[in-house]
Structures are given as C-alpha cells and as structure tokens.
Nanobody, 120 residues
Framework: QVQLVESGGGLVQPGGSLRLSCAAS????????MNWYRQAPGKQRELVVG???????NYADSVKGRFTISRDNAKNTVYLQMNSLKPEDTAVYYC??????????????WGQGTQVTVSS
C-alpha cells in the first residue's frame, strides 16, 4: 500500500518560513518524479515544483528564489522549504509521486494535503 504523508503546514506571518515534509511508504521515491502541488480556495490545483530522479527541478515562476525542493532518499522523504512566504501562497499543499508520465502506464499517488496559511 502506497502512502504519502505530508506534514509541516501551519499558520505563518508574511515573510516567514515553513518546511513541508512528504514521507513516502510503499514506493521508492528515487524511482519517481516527486512534485508539490497546491490548491487555493476557488482555484485549480497548480504545480509548485517538481524533482525527477536525476535531480533536475522545475519551479513555478511564482515561487522561484523562495521555495526549494529537496529529497532524502535514505529517509524516503521529500521536503519543500518555503521562505519569504506571501499571503498568496496560502493553499493546501499536496505531495505527488508520478512514474511513466505521459504514457499509458502513468501512475500517480497523492498525499492528503497540508494547509499552509500566510496571514498577519
């Protein structure tokens, strides 16, 4: 059984920082592209950042220079360090693992999400 368990969300003031974690079980994250998505109220889910098995990353323009994704293969965990947070970063953040993207064999796994609220 595959599980992705996010943690680390919460309430933070503008300009503050949070680190989200996504602990995986049932898969080996180094074999998957690992992504963080977010969904704000009334908006579609959007990709925040992704990291592929080779280590290449892809950041949304809105978070470049502020967010950093990292992966600890020994702990089978992906992290999202979020600095200089803005109110518009408020959303539920979801961890996603995908393999064989764009093929008939594509498989996606999702975590349950963790709420991040940026407010004074």
């Amino acid at each position: 059984q595959v599980q992705l368990v996010e943690s680390g969300g919460g309430l933070v003031q503008p300009g503050g920082s949070l680190r989200l974690s996504c602990a995986a079980s049932g898969i080996i994250i180094s074999l998957y592209a690992m992504n963080w998505y977010r969904q704000a109220p009334g908006k579609q889910r959007e990709l925040v950042v992704g990291i592929i098995s080779g280590g290449t990353t892809n950041y949304a323009d809105s978070v470049k220079g502020r967010f950093t994704i990292s992966r600890d293969n020994a702990k089978n965990t992906v992290y999202l360090q979020m600095n200089s947070l803005k109110p518009e970063d408020t959303a539920v953040y979801y961890c996603n693992a995908v393999t064989s993207r764009g093929t008939p064999y594509e498989i996606n796994y999702w975590g349950q999400g963790t709420q991040v609220t940026v407010s004074s």
